[in-house]
């Protein structure tokens, strides 16, 4: 009983301690909060008709501060105020001026440095080109060397070596020159129509790019054409390899009359064109022009003389020199950007000065100003024949 006694006391000791304090904090808070309350209600409750309260617009001035007063801009990232709007200032006189003078600058730049772009995508594509026909005729010349067909007759191999021929007469009844008088077709068709008059040779050519004399047409560029029927007729991989020159490179002359080619190899003998013949095409540069080529090594230096040719007289003379100096490959070539003008009749007249052959053949090294452009499937070889050779 008086442990029990002692804890009540204790109890009650501590109530009546505690409470008061506790009451006044707890009355307080209560107090604070109901006018707290009172308060926004009396700032956020609709006004009075005629917008009044206590003689004062409380709710019309809160509406008003609310939607009329000008509100803080909003921070960007980083805790900056956004510029605020406004109107883009007008270009200048001056500045437009400056402006227009850029431009007239850059158009000029433009329209000077153009052509030169132009000519040097033309000089890189021709030598594309040129370079897959040398791989076409690298290719004939290692077929004839494991299983020699044409390469077998003495003759051919005496004036081309195993290379295909630069003289399209061996396609007709004149043969090899030197050698039987037969051509080299298999099954011995021949060139229609036949430049050899009949078997008595091909004129001199004169390689005119523009005006091509009536009876010339693709015979003015036959040593190329009898180097691209030799390897598509008597080929075999190496005809897959100059098949791999793209169409815009390949031109072929057509009958205006029929339509049909004007030049094939009749293989028939018939006299006519039938599908079962081949079409003689031959390969033009980035410029138009044809391209051309030389297999003749034959030229004898001891005694100076060399078989008869249809070609321009210096022609073999001229080409067992320079493919001497080619290292023994043929040499394959575009007459470059100034072709239309070089190829022109007056440049290749009866002197035919601008020519690549003649040029050489003058004293022994290649310095028209035409050739200096010249395009080779081995650029070695102009820096060689710039060079030249000593005269004998």
């Known amino acids: 009983m008086k442990l029990r006694n002692q804890t009540r006391t204790s109890t009650a000791a501590r109530t009546s301690a505690v409470t008061p304090t506790s009451a006044v904090a707890r009355t307080s808070a209560v107090t604070r909060n ?13 006004p009075l008709r005629g917008g009044l309260r206590g003689g004062k617009c409380f709710g019309c001035l809160s509406r008003l501060n609310r939607f009329t007063l000008p509100q803080p801009l909003p921070k960007r990232e980083g805790g900056k105020k956004p510029r605020a709007f406004t ?3 007008a270009f200048t006189l001056v500045e437009l001026l400056v402006v227009m003078v850029i431009i007239v600058i850059l158009i000029s730049a433009v329209m000077v440095a153009a052509p030169a772009l132009i000519g040097k995508a033309k000089t890189t594509n021709t030598l594309a080109m040129l370079t ?17 067909t044409v390469a077998k007759n003495r003759s051919y191999r005496k004036r081309y070596g195993e290379y295909p021929p630069d003289e399209l007469e061996v396609f007709t009844a004149v043969g090899v020159p030197g050698g039987a008088s037969r051509s080299l077709v298999p099954g011995g068709g021949t060139m229609i129509p036949d430049g050899t008059g009949g078997g008595g040779g091909y004129r001199p050519m004169k390689f005119y790019a523009r005006g091509l004399p009536p009876d010339a047409s693709v015979t003015e560029f036959r040593d190329q054409v009898a180097m691209t029927v030799a390897i598509q007729l008597l080929g075999d991989t190496s005809a897959s390899i100059l098949a791999g020159v793209q169409d815009q490179y390949w031109s072929a002359p057509l009958d205006p009359s029929s339509g049909n080619p004007a030049v094939f190899v009749d293989r028939d003998k018939s006299g006519a064109w039938d599908p079962n013949d081949h ?22 230096e001891a005694a100076r003389t060399h078989l008869a040719s249809s070609n321009h007289p210096a022609w073999n003379e001229g080409a067992t020199e320079m493919i001497r100096l080619n290292g023994g490959k043929p040499i394959i070539f575009s007459y470059g950007p100034d072709g239309p003008e070089q190829l022109a009749e007056e440049q290749m007249g009866d002197d035919a000065t601008a020519s690549l052959l003649i040029d050489f053949e003058d004293d022994h090294i290649v310095n028209h100003p035409l050739n200096a452009d010249n395009v080779y499937s081995n650029p070695a070889v102009k820096e060689s024949l710039a060079k030249g050779i000593e005269e004998r």
Do not use: H, L
Request: charged share 30%; aromatic share 12%.
């Open 34 to 46: 109901i006018a707290v309350s009172k308060m926004v209600g009396y700032f956020t409750s609709p």
């Open 279 to 300: 079409q003689v095409r031959y390969i033009i540069d980035d410029w138009d022009n044809p391209i051309s080529y030389m297999a003749q090594r034959d030229f004898d």
């Open 132 to 148: 897959v026909v040398q791989s076409a005729v690298d290719e004939f010349k290692r077929e004839q060397n494991s299983k020699p």
């Open 87 to 89: 109107k883009p200032r």
